[in-house]
């Protein structure tokens, strides 16, 4: 499920609704966010506890990033624990550590998006330093939870040789080894004009699968348990 707003503005972002939905005022859009309480969204998700028994799955909470609405997250996990559903919380890591220490404790899987391993071009890309997230990251280290990182590619921005082999050298002082190289794609582009926005990945071509292909066994000589996508 998708939570709207988000503390960050990737360029890349194929979900600009969640940081132009609400305010922008863009009627239309607007509409699209639908108001959820707790009981209302438990009546949603027991509708598919068979075919989680059978996939193996659960609810993954997306965005968007949603952490900004942590207390209704946390109130939502502690329900699906109650009723013992694998709950995945998929976080940008740019919230207040509390936060991340309460989806820790009640969530069953973090999924921790990390876009640049370097300061400056995580500002110029994302809006935001990445102090906050890689201190984040450091504190789910010492925290009794699945985490899996994933790494969105974006060409020109955060594939270089020397970008990726510092990300390698953080990761493997953590204990984190699932990691999912998630390539760049264009779904998002044709939304950003229509809220007004500027798409600042014009002309940018995903990479070529080799060229994923290639990061991703870059990961796994390194150590860990690498994927392309989720
Ligand atoms: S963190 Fe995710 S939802 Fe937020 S702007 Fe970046 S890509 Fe979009």
Request: with cysteine; charged share 20%.
């Given at each position: 499920m998708f939570f709207t707003n988000c503390p960050l503005r990737c360029a890349?972002?194929?979900?600009?609704e969640a940081f132009a939905?609400?305010?922008?005022?863009h009627e239309d859009e607007e509409k699209k966010v639908r108001m959820v309480t707790i009981r209302g969204l438990l009546k949603e998700v027991e509708r598919d506890v068979a075919y989680y028994d059978r996939s193996g799955g659960g609810v993954t909470l997306s965005g968007g990033e949603p952490l900004v609405q942590a207390r209704f997250v946390e109130r939502f996990l502690t329900a699906c624990r109650k009723r013992d559903l694998h709950a995945a919380v998929d976080t940008?890591?740019?919230?207040?550590v509390e936060f991340i220490e309460m989806a820790a404790e009640l969530g069953d899987l973090i999924l921790y998006d990390l876009k640049s391993i370097d300061d400056g071009i995580h500002r110029e890309w994302?809006?935001?330093?990445?102090g906050l997230i890689l201190g984040n990251l450091e504190r789910l280290n010492e925290l009794d939870v699945d985490v899996w990182i994933r790494l969105p590619m974006i060409p020109g921005v955060n594939d270089d040789a020397e970008t990726l082999e510092k990300t390698v050298r953080f990761l493997r002082?953590?204990?984190?080894?699932r990691v999912s190289v998630l390539p760049y794609h264009r779904?998002?582009?044709?939304k950003y004009a229509g809220f007004g926005l500027?798409?600042?990945?014009?002309g940018v071509d995903p990479h070529p699968p080799e060229r994923i292909t290639e990061i991703r066994r870059m990961f796994a000589d390194a150590g860990f348990d690498s994927h392309v996508g989720s």
């Open positions: 890349w972002c194929h979900n600009p939905l609400c305010g922008s005022g940008s890591g740019a919230v207040p994302t809006g935001k330093g990445n002082k953590t204990r984190f080894r779904i998002g582009e044709g500027d798409y600042r990945l014009v």
